[in-house]
């Protein structure tokens, strides 16, 4: 039923190692998105695609990659990850013409050790 | 800058009793108002969302309010369950992407616990 599904659900990564984590979706949406959400805090976006337009936000680092080989898939890609990229990283989907209704995946809660 | 935020942090109610979950807005702009639930280890989930013309909308068991004036927003959960457990988030539709999508601004989320 999961329509929105993010694997892994736990990523352990070293400082410095880059890391990949990954995103599907059933729902056939345009507009796939990445969160950043640290403890206790408000997700906060990283970008997004329409199609296979990328947008960033602008107060995205650097380390923050992404890329989007089809419909379904979304791939957050982080270079050199650090103690303070510790967080939980959800994915999202939205239709077109729908401006509130986002669908989330369950997060991948990523620890850098 | 745009903001959302929530006065407080926490709320605790009793079973069967009525929840109110409170949130300042600083973007007059901004023509949608949602509230999200999110429950734990789970992604947000869409709850219901109002439009800046609108002062009250009605869900199944939730309502929420927009008072312009003071730039206020809030969830009144009817008859609150223990499956209402969560960190409920207000958030604001910020600008439209081009071809399609919308930035949502989360404010910081309030911890809803059941007592039994």
């Known amino acids: 039923d999961a329509m929105v599904i993010q694997n892994p659900r736990y990523q352990v990564t070293q400082f410095g190692k880059p890391v990949t984590l990954s995103c599907s979706q059933t729902l056939n949406h345009n507009v796939m998105y990445w969160y950043q959400q640290k403890s206790s805090q408000a997700p906060k976006l990283l970008f997004h695609y329409y199609d296979k337009d990328f947008n960033n936000e602008a107060d995205t680092p650097d380390n923050f990659q992404s890329r989007r080989p089809n419909t379904s898939f979304c791939f957050l890609d982080i270079r050199s990850p650090g103690l303070g990229d510790a967080a939980m990283y959800l994915c999202?989907?939205?239709?077109?013409?729908?401006?509130?209704?986002?669908?989330f995946g369950q997060g991948t809660r990523l620890t850098v050790v | 800058g745009e903001s959302v935020g929530l006065h407080l942090p926490t709320l605790s109610v009793q079973e069967g009793d009525n929840s109110i979950i409170n949130c300042a807005y600083s973007?007059?702009?901004?023509?949608?108002f949602i509230w999200y639930k999110q429950e734990s280890g789970k992604g947000p989930q869409f709850i219901i969302d109002?439009?800046?013309?609108?002062d009250k909308r009605q869900g199944q068991r939730v309502t929420v309010l927009l008072n312009k004036t003071v730039k206020h927003l809030s969830l009144q959960i009817a008859a609150t369950q223990p499956g209402d457990s969560a960190v409920y988030f207000c958030a604001e539709k910020g600008k439209e992407f081009t071809g399609g999508g919308n930035k949502l601004t989360f404010g910081t989320g309030t911890q809803l616990k059941v007592e039994l």
């Open positions: 999202a989907t939205s239709r077109v013409g729908s401006p509130t209704e986002a669908f």
């Open positions: 973007n007059s702009a901004s023509d949608y």
């Open positions: 109002i439009r800046s013309n609108m």
